[in-house]
């Protein structure tokens, strides 16, 4: 298996990246056999399709970095690095883009949703950025992609681009590379609105837990999470139509990596009185080391920045045979 996916370095990671996207990461890389590959990446090349504060960006670079390893991705068997660094992606991006055709692009729902009715004024990186994105996975042949929903799409213009690539030039140099799913990514709730997502984008710091926050903020912002009267029913069904109860639950039953049969085996028949202070020990418990560690790396981020530059070297010498062959395929190496 050689694994491949990316995160954009946008700064301030929430319980909700944590749970769904990082902690999938970590487990990918725990499972790993001998012969697998990892590969996570700052996505710092597509961070570029949208306007930037390049200090910003410099120093969100390194914290998602340190997040990533406070979180457990471990540099010594994961592969992590920041894309820029690695400069076959974008070498392998503008090949790919004489094969990825503007009729494909056009028709990506994230290109029309994030364009909306301004598509003129949008930067031409915004719109070929499934094109870089079929080149970060395709530049190491990977096999398995952790996507959410939202990228299905584009893994799936990776796949038609890697098809029309191997058929144009008569090679078979891109393997078709798979969907992962995990079955353990649970979808994170705002504390204040059941009905949305937990977002670094809400203007309300209350709607999520950020892991940089300290203990007894955790504590309160789930003792303050909207909830309803009821007490906890000991059906996951009956929690149809409670939204936020419902994602209390899911974030109790993914800290303590239970079902929610199990949870509510626990707590069925009390109120939410009794169940929020166990939520937050539980969440306490789990970011507490987190936020140390996080804390500890940051106070060196050069040495944070020397993990990437190793990550960038390895993935270099992973990446340097594809764009030879890709290139020797269109005809620009003999
Ligand atoms: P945000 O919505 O805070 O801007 P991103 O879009 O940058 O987060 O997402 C980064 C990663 O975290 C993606 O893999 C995404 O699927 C995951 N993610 C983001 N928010 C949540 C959430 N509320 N629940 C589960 N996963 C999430």
């Known amino acids: 298996?050689?694994?491949?996916?990316?995160?954009?370095?946008?700064?301030?990671?929430?319980l909700g990246n944590y749970l769904g996207a990082i902690r999938q990461w970590v487990a990918m890389q725990d499972a790993m056999q001998a012969d697998d590959t990892c590969l996570f990446f700052l996505a710092d090349l597509h961070?570029?399709?949208?306007?930037?504060?390049?200090?910003?960006?410099?120093?969100?670079?390194?914290?998602?970095?340190?997040?990533?390893i406070a979180c457990g991705v471990d540099p010594d068997r994961a592969i992590l690095f920041n894309q820029a660094r690695v400069p076959e992606h974008s070498e392998l991006a503008w090949l790919l883009g004489g094969t990825a055709r503007v009729g494909w692009l056009?028709?990506?729902?994230?290109?029309?949703?994030?364009?909306?009715?301004?598509?003129?004024?949008?930067?031409?990186?915004?719109?070929?950025?499934?094109?870089?994105?079929?080149?970060d996975v395709l530049l190491y042949r990977a096999t398995h992609v952790p996507v959410g929903?939202?990228?299905?799409?584009?893994?799936?213009?990776?796949?038609d681009i890697a098809t029309k690539f191997n058929t144009d030039f008569a090679v078979e140099l891109f393997p078709q590379p798979e969907p992962y799913i995990s079955p353990a990514a649970p979808r994170i709730m705002s504390l204040r609105d059941g009905a949305a997502k937990m977002s670094k984008s809400d203007p309300s710091d209350a709607s999520?837990?950020?892991?940089?926050?300290?203990?007894?903020?955790?504590?309160?912002?789930?003792r303050r999470a909207k909830t309803d009267p009821e007490p906890l029913p000991d059906d996951p069904a009956a929690l149809a139509g409670r939204p936020e109860a419902q994602n209390l639950v899911t974030i109790y039953a993914a800290l303590a990596r239970q079902t929610g049969e199990q949870v509510l085996a626990t707590f069925a028949g009390k109120g939410f009185g009794q169940f929020k202070p166990a939520l937050a020990d539980l969440a306490?418990?789990?970011?507490?080391?987190?936020?140390?560690?996080?804390?500890?790396?940051?106070?060196?981020?050069?040495?944070v920045g020397a993990l990437l530059a190793q990550g960038a070297a390895r993935a270099r010498t992973l990446a340097a045979?594809?764009?030879?062959?890709?290139?020797?395929?269109?005809?620009?190496?003999?």
Not at 106 to 135: C, H, I
Not at 289 to 298: D, E, G, K, N, S
């Open 47 to 68: 961070a570029l399709t949208q306007p930037l504060v390049p200090a910003e960006l410099a120093a969100n670079t390194i914290e998602m970095a340190a997040t990533l």
């Open 149 to 159: 929903d939202d990228q299905k799409q584009h893994l799936e213009l990776a796949r």
């Open 106 to 135: 056009n028709r990506m729902t994230q290109w029309k949703d994030k364009a909306g009715k301004n598509r003129e004024g949008q930067s031409v990186g915004l719109f070929t950025y499934p094109v870089l994105q079929a080149a």
């Open 208 to 222: 999520r837990i950020n892991l940089i926050d300290d203990d007894d903020t955790i504590a309160q912002k789930l």
């Open 284 to 303: 306490v418990a789990e970011l507490s080391p987190i936020r140390a560690r996080l804390t500890q790396l940051l106070g060196d981020r050069a040495e």
């Open 321 to 334: 045979p594809t764009l030879l062959a890709a290139q020797r395929a269109s005809g620009l190496q003999i």
């Open 1 to 14: 298996m050689i694994v491949v996916s990316g995160i954009q370095p946008t700064g301030n990671l929430h």
